[in-house]
């Protein structure tokens, strides 16, 4: 049963504010992906996890918004626990520091800056860094580890109060943060304020289309309010006095979306590449309510198949456990039905988790020596976005079993 205490339901659109909201899927009633417990028989708070269309822009979002407070305080996500994050950011970092000719001192402020995996190459390059980030004890080890950070959720007042004692930002960055902030106005008023005129807000955000196209339905989680095209994206910043300059593709979380944005008449010449990648969304037909139908098919399907296959294996008398906790893992699990009957336990790489039990299914989660002591037959890849860096690493060890976008086994 739901939990309605600590979430509401949002019943206008995030980026058009119209009111012609549609659900098109259902993924249950879930704990947040991150509420990792101590305890497997501690009291968890479910919500539901469904996704609404908006008829009047074609935006897709969560139906029901759970308070930021119970999300975010004590996060236990580390970015740079991954040696591939931490040269995306370094190579995202260089990039803009090269294009927009930043000279020395430009202040760089990134919002959701997590351990400042981001700004650490900004501040070497000799930029300003500040981080904003309401995760407190993450925040804290930034801080201790040279980038600043203050553990405050990002506001308009914020913004103001930030330009105020620092000055205005050359570049505002928010990575894999965007999609996890409800009111959008008050966050752009506060960027704009905060931002020099000829300075470039740069956002990434999973994008749609993939999501779409690879079945990455685990990508869908409290976190995760909103789910943008470049359509959607160029449509919210046009009402709040902006303007998306470019647009490309990355290949992070399975495909996302990096979006370069200035105040409305900014400096920056609006690239083709905005009108084209909204020309492929459009003929695929994103803004259309009967491709979501479509897609919540796809994912029941998905889940019979995986299902029918832990079900094979286990009557055979194999062991399965799982590698990689990551928040899209707990809503593949939770929903899909999969517990400790199937998977014995989950090795993941952050200390942050290890030791814990992951919401929902409590299943506990153990560091990678386990594999040598407990030898598992199949090993079943919940973080696939890293299957090819964990197969190498476990290589001889088991057999891999990869979920999306649809089940297969590799190594046999």
């Known amino acids: 049963m739901a939990d309605s205490d600590g979430a509401f339901e949002r019943k206008t659109c995030r980026v058009c504010s119209g009111r012609s909201l549609r659900k098109v899927l259902s993924l249950g009633s879930t704990p947040p992906a991150n509420a990792f417990v101590r305890d497997p028989n501690q009291e968890e708070r479910f919500f539901p996890l469904e996704l609404s269309f908006c008829s009047d822009c074609g935006f897709v979002q969560l139906t029901h918004v759970v308070s930021p407070e119970l ?3 004590d996060y236990v996500y580390v970015s740079s626990t991954s040696p591939v994050f931490v040269e995306h950011f370094r190579q995202l970092a260089a990039m803009v520091m090269n294009r927009f000719r930043l ?16 700004l650490r190459p ?13 995760a407190e004890k993450i925040a804290a080890l930034a801080t201790k580890s040279g980038i600043e950070t203050i553990p405050i959720f990002f506001t308009a007042s914020a913004a ?11 570049v505002i960055t928010a990575t894999s943060v ?12 506060g960027v704009k304020n905060l931002l020099a005129d000829d300075g470039v807000f740069v956002i990434e955000v999973y994008y749609l289309y993939e999501l779409l196209e690879k079945n990455l339905f685990d990508t869908i989680y ?6 943008f095209t470049a359509a959607t994206m160029s449509g919210l910043m046009g009402r709040l006095g902006m303007e998306v300059f470019d647009v490309s593709e990355t290949d992070t979380h399975g495909g996302s979306l990096r979006v ?3 105040k409305k008449g900014g400096p920056n010449k609006v690239s083709g590449s905005v009108g084209q990648f909204i020309e492929m969304e459009n003929s695929k037909k994103l803004s259309d309510a009967a491709t979501y139908v479509r897609f919540a098919r796809k994912i029941g399907d998905n889940r019979e198949q995986l299902r029918k296959l832990l079900a094979d294996l286990k009557r055979d008398g194999k062991s399965i456990v799982g590698y990689g906790a990551p928040a ?14 199937t998977l014995d336990y989950i090795v993941d790489d952050s200390s942050w988790k290890q030791g814990l039990y992951t919401p929902g299914t409590h299943i506990p989660v153990v560091p990678f020596d386990e594999l040598s002591s407990r030898k598992p037959d199949y090993i079943l890849v919940l973080a696939w976005n890293f299957a090819e860096p964990i197969m190498r690493k476990c290589v001889g060890m088991a057999k891999f079993i990869i979920p999306v976008p649809t089940p297969r086994i590799v190594g046999e």
């Open 71 to 73: 999300l975010f305080r």
């Open 103 to 118: 000279q020395p001192d430009s202040l760089v402020v990134d919002i959701g800056s997590n351990d400042g995996i981001l």
């Open 122 to 134: 900004f501040k070497e390059g000799g930029m300003r860094v500040l981080g904003i980030d309401p």
């Open 160 to 170: 103001a109060d930030i330009a105020a004692k620092r000055g205005k930002a050359k």
């Open 178 to 189: 965007f999609s996890h902030i409800d009111n959008l106005d008050d966050i752009l008023a």
């Open 222 to 227: 409290h976190e995760h309010l909103s789910y």
């Open 260 to 262: 370069f944005v200035q």
């Open 328 to 341: 899209k893992g707990n809503t593949l699990l939770n929903y899909f039905g999969i517990g400790r009957e």
